[in-house]
């Protein structure tokens, strides 16, 4: 096969690429420093508008909000994925609602849509598909969350509870809980945006209806704080992973000692390549734009003795099962698990949140106490 051009990074990537190399310095650098102006100016704007914010309308069921105070990913949609998992296996019927970032909202409608296993992920968004695709449960994209939340109770009234995968900074979306997720970046240089990676200010104190989940080596920004431990799993071919057949996946180390290229269209892809060293595998990096669009075929070119490529599940929903031809593809999950006393715990608090779940016409779950 052909190598294909290799495409040169936009000038929006190349300052974001930019700005990211200053945010995670733990010290303040030249750069952090010199756009502390603008940083204090996005405060105010922020703050003015968070005064003339509405009260959020009640939702049809409790809302449990999973995001980030930084930008970039620090893995919400895994954690997502797990609090679904242990939702339903506490009793819940959950369902997810999303914004559905990096999906076309040029064309089409702007109303909720809902998410199938076979959606195209340019209409519904990759990280949405995933989730769908893990969890099996309904799933609806739409702009407004509010909306999304609406939409999803009326078409499926057994969903009693719904988290959002993303929207901390949502306010138009009530919510019971709110999930603030960390990775071991923690907060960077501390810096409101564009001085730093923070969306809003740190708080000084969680609220009642806050937790926070930690992924990284060292303390979290935030306290109390769950660590949680992320871990690769097996390397399942592209096709196998398409069918749902987890019983072809791999373990990582039968991948040693092959032309490998890594593939990850992430907001930060070297926690991936980073993981897959830990597992002792070599590789050629293949760094993407988050929520990249590959448009049914391979948008990079590889060396002819490159025979396979591994990749992300969030990768894997935009390739097809011959995208590469003859080059193997195999998928990498990324698994987590929640605390048995944590979920506990936020199931207590949104059995506090009974109400909007009995006015869907739903009862709370019988929890454990």
Known sequence: MPLAPRRRPTLAARTEALLARHWWQPRRSWLARLLMPLAT?????????????????????????VGNLVVGGAGKTPVV????????????HPGVISRGYGRDETTGTQSPLEVSASSDPAQV??????????????VVVARMRLAAARALCQQHPEVDVLVADDGLQHRALARAAEVLVFDERGIGNGLLLPAGPLREPL??????????????????????????????????????????????????QQLRGRPLWALAGLASPEKFFAMLEDEGLAFERLPQPDHARYGGGAPWPWPAEATDVITTEKDAVKLPPDALGAVRVWVVGLDLALPAAWVAE???????????????????????P
């Open 41 to 65: 100016l996005y405060a105010l704007l922020l703050r003015r508008w968070q005064r003339r914010q509405p009260p959020a309308p009640p939702t049809p069921v409790p809302v449990v909000v």
């Open 81 to 92: 994925m797990a609090l679904v998992q242990a939702l339903r296996e506490a009793g819940w």
């Open 125 to 138: 968004g990759d990280e949405p598909l995933l989730i769908r695709r893990r969890t099996g449960v309904p």
């Open 203 to 252: 708080p000084a104190a969680l609220s009642p209806q806050m937790r926070v989940l930690f992924s990284g080596a060292t303390a979290a920004p935030l306290q109390p704080a769950t660590r949680v431990h992320r871990r690769l799993g097996g390397a399942v071919p592209l096709a196998a992973w398409w069918r749902g057949d987890g019983s072809q996946a791999r373990p990582l």
């Open 346 to 368: 936020l199931s207590r608090l949104l059995r506090g949140a009974a109400p909007a779940s009995q006015a869907h016409g739903q009862p709370a779950p019988t929890l454990p």
